[in-house]
């Protein structure tokens, strides 16, 4: 069981020089975690590449420079569940419209949110009035 009460949050500025600190906030996370048991080498590829993915796809996809030029991430962990949202200013799209990646013709984009849905156990994504939300659960046990 993890103990851990970690809560961070991070506003980052909409380029791609950023998501190595991204990802390396995840890589943090499982460091910190006194009693994590499972296998913690896993769990912090899986956070490095699902808040790199995430934020890479705010900055391709859904930042809108009128409104504004950054994402923010909050990560909180309570009571064995990890809980990322990312945030967005962008025209949204509809989570359960996003094809499966084509294996047989892979391309350079498309995977992230395959990967973000097969690592983690819940993937959701929201508009709401002032911005989108894509809200992704891991629990550790």
Same mark, same amino acid.
């Given at each position: 069981?993890?103990?851990?009460?970690?809560?961070?949050?991070?506003?980052?500025?909409?380029?791609?020089?950023?998501?190595?600190?991204?990802?390396?906030?995840?890589?943090?996370?499982?460091?910190?975690?006194?009693?994590?048991?499972?296998?913690?080498?896993?769990?912090?590829?899986?956070?490095?590449?699902?808040?790199?993915?995430?934020?890479?796809?705010?900055?391709?996809?859904?930042?809108?420079?009128?409104?504004? /030029?950054? =994402?923010?991430?909050?990560?909180?962990?309570?009571?064995? *569940? !990890?809980? +990322?949202?990312? %945030?967005?200013?962008?025209?949204?799209?509809?989570?359960?419209?996003?094809?499966?990646?084509?294996?047989?013709?892979?391309?350079?984009?498309?995977?992230?949110?395959?990967?973000?849905?097969?690592?983690? /156990?819940? =993937?959701?994504?929201?508009?709401?009035?002032?911005?989108? *939300? !894509?809200? +992704?659960?891991? %629990?550790?046990?």
């Amino acid at each position: 069981m993890c103990s851990s009460v970690i809560q961070v949050d991070v506003v980052v500025p909409t380029h791609t020089k950023y998501l190595d600190l991204i990802g390396s906030i995840g890589e943090r996370i499982v460091k910190e975690l006194d009693d994590f048991t499972g296998d913690r080498e896993a769990l912090a590829y899986q956070l490095n590449l699902v808040l790199t993915e995430a934020t890479a796809n705010v900055i391709k996809h859904a930042n809108d420079a009128q409104r504004k /030029d950054t =994402v923010r991430i909050s990560i909180h962990l309570r009571q064995d *569940v !990890l809980h +990322i949202k990312v %945030y967005d200013h962008g025209q949204g799209f509809d989570l359960d419209k996003i094809p499966a990646p084509d294996f047989d013709h892979p391309s350079e984009s498309g995977m992230g949110l395959f990967f973000i849905r097969s690592m983690m /156990d819940s =993937v959701t994504y929201t508009r709401q009035p002032e911005c989108n *939300v !894509l809200e +992704i659960i891991k %629990y550790l046990k």
